[in-house]
Every structure is written in C-alpha cells, then in structure tokens.
C-alpha cells in the first residue's frame, strides 16, 4: 500500500494491476478504470491531474521494489566490477563525496527538504527582492543587485590578499589612502558598507586587474564635481542619466 497525495493505492496480491480505492475491485489498468464512461466509479477524483501525478509515482516505486527483488545482485555486481576496473577512480569518488556531504547523510537530507518549505522559498524571493540596484562595486563603479555583490569584510580582504597581495590597493582603494570614498559605500540597515561584485572578484582572485576595473583608464571625474557649488546632488544625476533605475512592467499581447 502507498499514500499518495490524496489516495491509497494497492496492488493486486492476487495477479497484476492494482485494486480500485473506490469499489475495491481488481482493475488491470486503474486510471482507464476511473475515467471509463460506463464504470461505476468515473466522476469520483475530483483532481485527475493530483491523481495521475500521485499514481505515476507510485508506479515507479513498484516497478523499481520489482526489479531489485528479480535482481539483487546486479547493482552490488556492477559497483564491484567498476571498483575492479578504475580503483583509482572510485577512490577518489568516494572522498570527493564524503568530503562535500559532512556528517550524517540522513540528517543533511532531512534539513535540505526542510529548506525547500513555502516559508523558506518566499523569505528567500523577499530578501532577494528587498534592495534594487543600489549596490556600486568598489572595483568597477558599476551598480548591481544584492545577489551580485560581495560584502568586503575581513574575511574576503584576507582571502584576496593570500593569493593576490596587492590586488585590493591597486584596483580598489584610491592612491595613498585605505578608505573608500563615501558615494561607493552603500547603507542597508548596517552603516555604510563596501561591495565588490562577482565579475571584479573573480579577476582579483586570479591577481588580475578586471577589465571594467576604474583604473584600468576608465576613471572620469570632471572637474566640476570637486566644487561643491556646482557638484550634483543623487536627484540630480539622475535626472539626467541616460539610464534610469526603474524597471516597467506591462501586459503582454495575446500570442497566436
């Protein structure tokens, strides 16, 4: 017997096919059983789609439960000759997998379907939909969404510096200074942080400069913007930006 969805199905211990849930009656095939214009129970599932997807489930179960039964030495037969063959190979499969699954397998599976709830998924969609584009890489000026970006912390200045030591100093931090200045940084609720985004991050991990990197003869800064008489204020740049921040949405027309 197997649950599914919204029923119970059960095979047939007497031959094959499966018993009805309604007239507990031996059907050859169900779903044809139910939905046949002259059988007594045609009409009963209110949800043929919920139905089809919880008996295709169930069949499988069954005809996998069968195939291991008819054959319970293969799959032990067939891990044995390939560890015979590639002993190297299975070897280090076999560390690579105990290595990026720690600890016990059951419970990490148990807390990954636990991950995978409505709440979790829509917390998730709000945090990612929280902030627009509002973050501007230290590295590239460029503005980016909150999954685009890295918080520049300790732990990811250290782990730039270990394999780049001078990356952070030549491509981010301005000459003869180790702050930012305060337009890069961006306050979310936690005081004014700096970013850097995955593109930037990845050419300084390899200790190469990134292309769209300011100093890579890409700083403009007109001279009219150190006076503080004529320099503009956020509403002010952009209202003339060529390209404004805001995203439409419209209704699209009816296809054929």
Known sequence: MEDGEHHTFKVNPEGPG??????????????????????????????????????????????????????????????????????????????????????????????????????DMVKKFQEVTMYSCIFVCSCCHLRKFRNQVHLIDDKLNDTITKKAPTAMKECIYPEDCEELPADLLVDIGKGPQAWLCNTCKKYLLKSKMPPNCHKNNLEVKPSWQDNQDTKLTQLEAHLISRNIQFQFIRPKGRSR
């Open 18 to 119: 499966y018993i009805c849930c309604f007239c507990d009656k031996a059907q050859s095939r169900l779903p044809t059983h139910l939905t046949s214009k002259n059988s007594p129970c045609q009409g009963r599932i209110t949800s043929m789609s919920t139905f089809s997807s919880s008996f295709k489930s169930f069949s499988a179960k069954m005809r996998q439960a069968k195939f291991k039964e008819s054959n319970p030495g293969d799959e032990a037969k067939r891990r044995a000759e390939y560890v015979k063959r590639n002993p190297e190979a299975a070897e280090a499969s076999a560390t690579n997998f105990k290595e990026s699954r720690p600890g016990d397998e059951a419970k990490r599976q148990k807390l990954c379907r636990a991950g995978r709830s409505s709440n």
